[in-house]
Nanobody, 120 residues
Framework: QVQLVESGGGLVQPGGSLRLSCAAS????????MDWYRQVPGKQRELVATITTGGSTNYSDSVKGRFTISRGNAKNTVYLQMNSLKPEDTAVYVC??????????????WGQGTQVTVSS
């Protein structure tokens, strides 16, 4: 079983910065990609950023130039550096990972989410 745990959320003022972390644990053989989504009640879940094993990254238009996704040295951790935060960024940020466990089976896991609130 693969589990993801996010941390780093909180309350920040507009223009501030925050760094989210997501750690994967379990019998992981490899991780192909890790992603950050955000959810707001009544709105469609949005893919914010993704990073692959090869280091390729993609961002939604709404966060390009402000957010940066990266993976840790052990490749089981992903970070989301959030700069120039806006009230519109307020959401529950959820980590997602795709990969293979040691038994050879593919997995897709979701974290529990961490709340980010941008308000003055």
């Amino acid at each position: 079983q693969v589990q993801l745990v996010e941390s780093g959320g909180g309350l920040v003022q507009p223009g501030g910065s925050l760094r989210l972390s997501c750690a994967a644990s379990g019998s992981i053989f490899s991780i192909d990609a890790m992603d950050w989504y955000r959810q707001v009640p009544g709105k469609q879940r949005e893919l914010v950023a993704t990073i692959t094993t090869g280091g390729s990254t993609n961002y939604s238009d709404s966060v390009k130039g402000r957010f940066t996704i990266s993976r840790g040295n052990a490749k089981n951790t992903v970070y989301l550096q959030m700069n120039s935060l806006k009230p519109e960024d307020t959401a529950v940020y959820v980590c997602h990972a795709d990969g293979t466990v040691v038994a050879g089976r593919v997995f897709a896991s979701w974290g529990q989410g961490t709340q980010v609130t941008v308000s003055s």
